[in-house]
């Protein structure tokens, strides 16, 4: 075929073993430092060990006085080889070997064994140090270049594995003793070992202390704000005593001064001439003028805001230790009692830039600010971490693989200022989740002189990632250095809030230093019988695994031809013979489906209520008086000679009547009727019709005929099938880095979220409202 179509089958991977080296031929895959080379400080530091020293804390050590090779000596010492390691270097995965010879020409191998002796030391003291990148490159490099002149002996197959050799760090400097092969490795892992602080630990141990510390500089703060009401009070009062007794010492001088004025105006309205006209400005008709008295200046001598005594004594003694460490870092201190606290010469001399009260609290804000700042350059990020290989972006397992309950228990130095002189202890402990949280902790330290002992609620807090609780600032009764052949061991027992009781044991316990061990469950809790220690099972080994270098293959598919295959079918027709062959084939299907349901459901309800009430008062009062009364007078008088006399007479009448005429007519007549009718019908028909009909004919008339009517020979036909020539090809399109993702129990989530919803009334899924359809709008 002319043109090629290529099809992708499949994609596959194959897994490579590990090639490991004949052991023979060792010196051909890895550079081992060699018995000829000179032993040097670093091997005499690790043969020299202390008790409770790490190999690589005595090689730290030494590393501080070691002198070592600028990167101009180590070219020097073989220049030829110095260029060859930097060709190997740029040339050992694609080489022309002809070039390769000629370059391994007239280059002499380093083979005095101090000179390798002190290439090896110089690469000791890089790795310890990482000061010069360069200068460990080239001794690798030129041990590399070195180690080919060494071992090349012609034979082709072995140039690739000795280019790319690897150095290999001696086990006896770099590999801590782990005791005695008969123990388990489960009491190995138990075991303490002593070892320097962690970045994580000194990291919690500075985010404790900057939390601490800024707790008494609050607390400082709040009682400077009280001590000041106190000052401004005593202030306005001793300026008001201080104005009393002023104005007391000057009313004599200005009564005598008054007195004086007076006396003298009198003595002039005496002699002045009462028909002059009075001028102000002429001085002979002004009475003789009083000196003005001299009054003594109002003085008031009161303490300064910042005093040193009124400080020490309003403040608590905490909180004066909390000034003075804060305003005294490169003043003089004096001792008194336990604690160091400043002196007043001190203290005044750092007052006299202050003006008061504001600007010492201006300080203490400031100190509290950076010390904020300290806690988050030092909280640990809680970001995935994610790495990109060939294009993807993988995140990176960053779980701590350390053992559960595994701690950390480490001593520091307290605060010169604020404790005084001696060593706090602190624990970090890697916990199952951050559920976990310490409810007690009871601690000893034990002493050939006298034990010491601690107990309650404890200042602890958890990482980022909830899988490392630290307890911090622990109190192990302010030990210095100079007791150290006084302390033998230290044992704590922790309990959490959800009755899980470890304990911590470490046979030996060093100043200064920190041990890692793994703590035990073998606690008998007094207060509770049934507690149970038993960790709770959490899988291990999912995530991200590593499973090594595989050939990334894929097989492709083409099409080359085709071909006769098997034979299908055979004809044979007779001569003089006619043969013809008809096929019909026809296929028909029909569904119907009919489903009609109805439901007539009535109910009738007819309730009469009749209520009825009459009522009628008729009352009717009437009421009549009368009253009758009459009076009267008559006067009658006559003079005269015939008619002489007097006549007196009264009449008086009266009358009253009265009449009254009350009626009162009440009638109510009250009816109820109630008539309640209720007629309920239901009626569902459900009618479900549902046809399927489906018609599929397929007819298909096949006429075949053979007409040998005019032959007179015999007719075979033979029929064949075609078969399709594929031609597959892998194609390895080279090595890939294997990853393997294991999810424990993908459907957990879905799990608790089904329980959850059976123990609540929203069991149902409601669609949502497409948006679209929504009658609200927003």
């Given at each position: 075929m002319s043109t090629k179509i290529k099809n992708t089958l499949f994609r596959f991977v194959s897994m490579r073993a590990p090639e490991l080296l004949d052991e023979t031929n060792q010196q051909e895959g890895f550079i081992h430092r060699q018995d000829s080379a000179a032993k040097g400080v670093f091997d005499t530091a690790v043969s020299n060990l202390t008790a409770n020293t790490t190999k690589w804390q005595a090689m730290k050590e030494t590393a501080v006085s070691f002198e070592p090779l600028t990167v101009d000596r180590l070219k020097k010492i073989n220049p030829k080889l110095y260029d060859l390691s930097v060709w190997i270097a740029k040339n050992r995965l694609s080489y022309d070997k002809e070039v390769l010879l000629q370059k391994i020409e007239s280059v002499g191998v380093i083979g005095d064994g101090k000179t390798q002796g002190e290439l090896w030391d110089n690469l000791f003291y890089q790795i310890l140090t990482q000061k010069e990148f360069y200068a460990k490159e080239i001794i690798i490099q030129l041990l590399i270049a070195n180690n080919f002149i060494s071992n090349y002996k012609g034979d082709e197959s072995t140039i690739k594995s000795l280019l790319n050799a690897k150095v290999v760090l001696p086990k006896a400097l770099f590999v801590e003793d782990e005791g005695d092969s008969s123990v388990s490795s489960e009491n190995k892992v138990a075991k303490p070992r002593t070892y320097p602080p962690s970045l994580d630990m000194v990291q919690q141990q500075t985010i404790a202390e900057a939390r601490l510390y800024n707790g008494r500089l609050e607390q400082l703060s709040k009682e400077l704000k009280r001590v000041e009401k106190v000052y401004r009070k005593e202030y306005e009062s001793s300026l008001k005593v201080a104005e009393e007794d002023h104005q007391k010492a000057i009313k004599p001088i200005l009564d005598d001064y008054n007195a004086k004025l007076e006396e003298e105006r009198k003595k002039w309205c005496e002699m002045r001439d009462p028909n002059s006209v009075y001028d102000p400005n002429d001085p002979c008709k002004q009475p003789n003028p009083v000196p003005e008295p001299q009054l003594p200046e109002f003085k008031f001598d009161f303490r300064s805001e910042l005093d040193y005594s009124f400080l020490q004594s309003k403040l608590s003694a905490e909180s004066f230790d909390t000034l003075s460490e804060l305003i005294s870092q490169n003043l003089p201190l004096t001792k008194s009692g336990e604690q160091l606290r400043l002196d007043e010469s001190g203290f005044n001399s750092f007052a006299e830039d202050l003006a008061g009260f504001a600007d010492l609290d201006g300080i203490i804000q400031d100190v509290i600010t950076d010390n904020e700042d300290t806690i988050v350059d030092n909280t640990p990020e809680e970001g995935n971490t994610l790495v990109g290989i060939g294009g993807v972006i993988i995140p990176v397992e960053t779980t701590d693989t350390e053992q559960d309950f595994s701690y950390n228990l480490c001593s520091r130095p307290k605060n010169a200022f604020s404790s005084g002189s001696g060593y706090i202890a602190s624990i970090g402990m890697k916990i199952p989740d951050a559920s976990w949280t310490v409810a007690d902790l009871s601690y000893t330290l034990h002493r050939t002189d006298q034990d010491f002992s601690g107990s309650g609620a404890v200042l602890h807090s958890v990482s980022g990632n909830g899988q490392r609780l630290y307890i911090t600032h622990i109190d192990i009764g302010s030990p210095e250095l100079a007791n150290q052949p006084n302390i033998e061991s230290f044992s704590a027992t922790i309990t959490f809030t959800n009755g899980e009781v470890k304990s911590i044991s470490t046979p030996e316990f060093t100043l200064g230093t920190c041990t890692k061990g793994l703590a035990s469950n073998d606690i008998d809790d007094p207060k509770n019988p049934n507690t149970s220690n038993e960790v709770p099972f959490i899988p291990t080994g999912f995530g991200i695994k590593q499973l090594g270098v595989a050939d990334y293959n894929k097989v492709e598919q083409t099409t080359q031809g085709y071909v006769e295959g098997d034979?299908?079918?055979?004809?044979?027709?007779?001569?003089?013979?006619?043969?013809?062959?008809?096929?019909?084939?026809?296929?028909?299907?029909?569904?119907?489906?009919?489903?009609?349901?109805?439901?007539?459901?009535?109910?009738?309800?007819?309730?009469?209520?009749?209520?009825?009430?009459?009522?009628?008062?008729?009352?009717?009062?009437?009421?009549?008086?009368?009253?009758?009364?009459?009076?009267?007078?008559?006067?009658?008088?006559?003079?005269?000679?015939?008619?002489?006399?007097?006549?007196?007479?009264?009449?008086?009448?009266?009358?009253?009547?009265?009449?009254?005429?009350?009626?009162?007519?009440?009638?109510?007549?009250?009816?109820?009727?109630?008539t309640e009718r209720a007629l309920d019908r239901i009626v569902s028909k459900v009618k479900e019709e549902r046809i399927e009909k489906i018609v599929e004919e397929f007819e298909e008339n096949n006429t075949h005929g053979f007409d040998n009517r005019k032959g007179d020979k015999h007719v075979v036909g033979v029929f064949r099938w075609v078969d399709k020539v594929f031609k597959n090809q892998i194609i390895n399109y080279g090595k890939r880095l294997m990853f393997e993702f294991m999810v424990p129990q993908p459907g957990k989530l879905h799990k608790l979220g089904m329980i959850s919803a059976q123990n609540t009334d929203d069991t149902l899924l409601v669609e949502p409202i497409d948006p679209r359809k929504s009658s609200t709008q927003t």
């Open positions: 034979v299908a079918h055979i004809e044979n027709i007779m001569a003089r013979e006619y043969k013809s062959r008809s096929t019909r084939r026809l296929r028909r299907q029909e569904d119907t489906f009919t489903s009609s349901s109805e439901t007539e459901s009535e109910q009738l309800t007819d309730t009469t209520s009749v209520d009825r009430f009459e009522m009628q008062s008729e009352v009717a009062k009437v009421i009549q008086e009368a009253k009758d009364f009459s009076a009267g007078t008559s006067f009658n008088a006559s003079y005269g000679t015939r008619n002489k006399g007097i006549q007196l007479g009264a009449n008086a009448n009266y009358a009253t009547h009265n009449s009254s005429e009350q009626s009162t007519q009440q009638a109510v007549t009250e009816a109820k009727e109630i």
